[in-house]
């Protein structure tokens, strides 16, 4: 079956990027734009894995990641942290909530989808 | 010299206690009994030889002589040496260091001194720098863009067989990502040529919507039209002045608003009870049954030529400036924040009262203004947010035997202001400050 991973971004044009690689790697990809409601849309899409900016409108992708650990039903869930800022606290922060990897801005598409095939297999 | 000051006192005195004559000390040590009168006037800096002479035929131990004037440089050098965490400094030796070198201990003193102050000024500007707003979100929007090009420009390299409409899509995603890079970018440079100079800034979208308005007088005669709504996005579009889509947006709502604020308010009522009435907002209120907020911000739409300058502040319950028309005689600060004691501010803490007080700012030709100041709720309170406030200050010049009560003193922001005894100031001024 084919997986599903939902990506979490406020940018259209990356997200019309990322999802095209990610289809052609054989990924059923949704998306989801702002903050608030990401989390509804955690549990409505039940992807296999996440894809999670940190800047975004409403709540930041840290808010949002504590509230996926937080849920047991998600603790497990492979989560890729993407942000805009290359600091080391970010990094830290990301870790500290339990992100599975995490991606700096901007990223090749070939590390996208070495990080990607490598949390789970599509 | 502060320190060898001391010196020069400590010999002369002690030459006089001894009944000695300055040409006698002079010619016992072998200088000039001139080069001694300067050394004993603190006019000469004396070196460590012949300090030691001096304090030999004077019967003192050089250290009395040299103490008071060394005891500051030889603390300096310590805290230079420990600054440096070092073990390599002979701490044991730093008074004969002082007293041998004095030039030289000098100067490592003063340079340890300049170092520290540089270091509190870099402290400083990162400071700044990684909590500005601007420069954050003109970051993150260059490195949005840089990511979403990337990204698309590699899909057009790297994909064989890459649909023509897919290629078109992405094409036009990697125009408009370079034309937001290319803002974003400018944007910066902006930025960063403006910031040796601490009161320059990037020119954020609210100034940009304040030059748009300017270069119309805060008069656009097709707002006036009942159509003239119509208009807004073309007007927006072509204005020059407008140059990012944070300003055009704030354009576009402040030029509806305005748009709706002529149909309820028509200019010819308006000039119709200003005629009656003059330039008095709670007479006009009443006359016109409309409500503060709205007569202010059409006044500032009333002809300059005919009814004079009109200025109106409008902030919102953080003290942030969201709109400004400046008059002749009252300045309005662009980056700083304004004075704390603008009658505009007391509106945020009595919502329910007006406010009507002449001004004066400090230190400007005093040309004193009238203000009236109201607040708006511009949204209610509900059980989960508290209501949303803005305050509003209308500004006109004051006309002789207006209001007679002496104007109130209030400044520009702190930083020009003069103003010396003040509750208010946030920081220090550049004008009182010692050089």
């Known amino acids: ?122 | 010299m502060a320190q060898s000051q001391l010196i020069g006192n400590r010999i002369r005195d002690r030459r006089l206690s001894l009944g000695l004559k300055q040409s006698e000390l002079a010619r016992q040590v072998g200088i000039s009994p001139s080069y001694l009168n300067l050394i004993e006037h603190n006019r000469r800096r004396i070196g460590g030889k012949t300090l030691l002479a001096l304090a030999e035929y004077l019967q003192v131990e050089p250290a009395l002589l040299s103490e008071g004037a060394e005891a500051a440089l030889t603390e300096g050098l310590r805290v230079a040496a420990h600054s440096q965490n070092s073990h390599v400094a002979e701490l044991d030796r730093t008074e004969e260091f002082a007293g041998r070198f004095p030039g030289w201990a000098q100067v490592l003193a003063a340079l340890h001194l300049k170092a520290e102050a540089l270091e509190q000024t870099t402290k400083t500007l990162t400071d700044r720098l990684a909590n500005d707003p601007h420069l954050s979100a003109s970051l993150h929007d260059v490195i949005s863009s840089v990511t979403a090009i990337r990204a698309t420009s590699s899909i057009l390299v790297e994909t064989k067989n890459l649909e023509p409409e897919w290629r078109a899509r992405f094409h036009r995603n990697i125009n408009e990502d370079s034309r937001r890079l290319a803002e974003g970018a400018e944007a910066l440079v902006k930025y960063l040529e403006g910031a040796p100079d601490t009161d320059a800034d990037i020119r954020s979208p609210l100034d940009e919507m304040h030059a748009f308005l300017d270069a119309h007088d805060y008069m656009l005669p097709v707002l006036e039209k009942s159509n003239g709504a119509a208009a807004v996005p073309h007007l927006v579009a072509q204005a020059p002045e407008l140059k990012t889509d944070s300003a055009r947006q704030m354009a576009q709502r402040v030029l509806l608003q305005a748009h709706e604020d002529a149909q309820a308010l028509p200019m010819r009522a308006l000039c119709q009870a200003v005629d009656e009435v003059g330039i008095q907002p709670d007479g006009l209120a009443q006359r016109l049954n409309v409500t503060l907020p709205l007569l202010f911000r059409r006044m500032t739409a009333l002809p300059t030529t005919i009814y004079g300058p009109v200025g109106l502040v409008i902030c919102d319950a953080s003290g942030t400036i969201v709109f400004r028309k400046p008059i002749p005689g009252f300045a309005i600060p662009h980056a700083a924040g304004p004075c704390a004691l603008w009658p505009l501010f007391q509106t945020l803490q009595a919502p329910m009262q007006t406010f009507v007080t002449p001004l004066e700012q400090a230190g400007r030709q005093p040309e004193p203004v009238m203000s009236y100041a109201a607040a708006q709720v511009t949204a209610p309170m509900s059980f989960d947010t508290p209501a949303q406030i803005k305050g509003y200050m209308l500004l006109v010049p004051r006309r002789q035997g207006q209001h007679a009560a002496p104007p109130q003193v209030v400044g520009t922001s702190c930083r020009i202001c003069p103003v010396a005894q003040c509750t208010a100031r946030r920081e220090a001024s550049l004008l009182t400050m010692a050089v």
């Open chain 1, 1 to 122: 079956m084919t997986k599903r991973v939902l990506l979490i971004e406020d940018e259209p044009n990356i997200i019309e990027a990322v999802s095209f690689i990610l289809t052609r790697d054989g990924w059923d990809v949704k998306t989801h734009s702002n903050g608030h409601d990401a989390i509804d849309a955690v549990h409505y899409r039940t992807p296999d894995l996440i894809i999670l900016d940190v800047m975004l409108p409403g709540r930041s992708g840290f808010e949002i990641l504590q509230d996926i650990r937080a849920d047991q039903t998600l603790a497990d869930m492979p989560v890729l942290m993407l942000t805009a800022r290359g600091q080391e606290k970010d990094r830290e922060m990301a870790q500290r909530y339990g992100a599975s990897r995490y991606m700096t801005k901007p990223f090749s598409n070939a590390e996208l989808l070495a990080n990607v095939r490598e949390l789970i297999a599509p």
